[in-house]
């Protein structure tokens, strides 16, 4: 399909380790957005690329996440050493680059639901 | 401190009445606001947006009010239906400038009762 894509799904992993969440975005959005959702609460800001510009990473919780997006495409976001409050559905989105209202809307994937034990 | 602000965390409406879905900010730069529908198990979907010139905009059974004085907007699905159950989101962003990143509000849960 064209939207956009996550992996895994769903993700369990034990405290300590190191995890890794994939997106795809839609072909030529050039914005890329990482949120989470807790148990109960809303979306949480993570990070957002633009371009080429230098991406704005101020919704980052700890210097334990880690976000790149190679080749202005797919992205991904590292939690080195996880702990249980990371337990969380990540959201990825895209936008378009383009002039205009339409460039805010932002399409989302279904998610990771990640699971630390 | 949270600029976008949807002070109810749930409603419950009877299936063919109204749902208001309200929503406040407090940044007067926003000039674009958005609102979100998100089901269990899904990403977010957009659903309607309003630009700043405007005070409302109209898509089938969803309209978006926006009052700039009260910095205030509303999102109203007439008739509601059971498929209207769902979170859902207010953001805005100012246009001014390349940046894209929406400011999200906490969401509000809405039940369409059959």
């Known amino acids: 399909g064209a939207g956009v894509s996550q992996s895994p799904s769903n993700k369990v992993t034990e405290k300590g380790k190191d995890v890794e969440l994939r997106c795809d975005p839609i072909?030529?959005?050039?914005?890329l957005y990482w949120y989470r959702q807790s148990l109960g609460q809303g979306l949480e800001f993570l990070i957002y690329?633009?371009?080429?510009?230098?991406?704005?990473k101020s919704g980052l919780p700890s210097d334990r996440f880690s976000a790149e997006r190679t080749g202005g495409s797919v992205s991904t976001l590292t939690i080195q050493r996880t702990q249980q409050e990371d337990s969380a559905v990540y959201l990825c989105?895209?936008?378009?680059?383009?002039?205009?209202?339409?460039?805010?809307?932002?399409?989302f994937g279904p998610g990771t639901r990640l699971t630390v034990t | 401190d949270q600029q976008v602000k949807q002070n109810s965390p749930s409603l419950s409406v009877q299936e063919g009445r109204i749902s208001i879905l309200n929503c406040d900010y407090t940044?007067?730069?926003?000039?674009?606001f958005l609102w979100y529908k998100k089901y269990p198990a899904e990403g977010p979907t957009f659903l309607i947006s309003?630009?700043?010139i405007k005070d409302k905009n109209e898509d089938g059974r969803f309209t978006v009010f926006l009052n700039k004085s009260a910095k205030h907007l509303s999102l109203h699905i007439v008739p509601s239906q059971p498929g209207d159950s769902a979170v859902y989101f207010c953001?805005?962003?100012?246009?001014?400038?390349?940046?894209?990143?929406?400011?999200w509000g906490l969401g509000t849960s809405l039940a369409v009762n059959p």
């Open positions: 953001a805005a962003n100012k246009r001014a400038g390349n940046n894209r990143k929406l400011i």
């Open positions: 940044n007067s730069m926003f000039d674009y």
């Open positions: 309003i630009s700043s």
């Open positions: 072909s030529g959005h050039t914005a």
């Open positions: 690329f633009q371009g080429n510009s230098a991406p704005d």
């Open positions: 989105a895209s936008s378009s680059g383009l002039a205009g209202g339409s460039s805010y809307e932002q399409y």
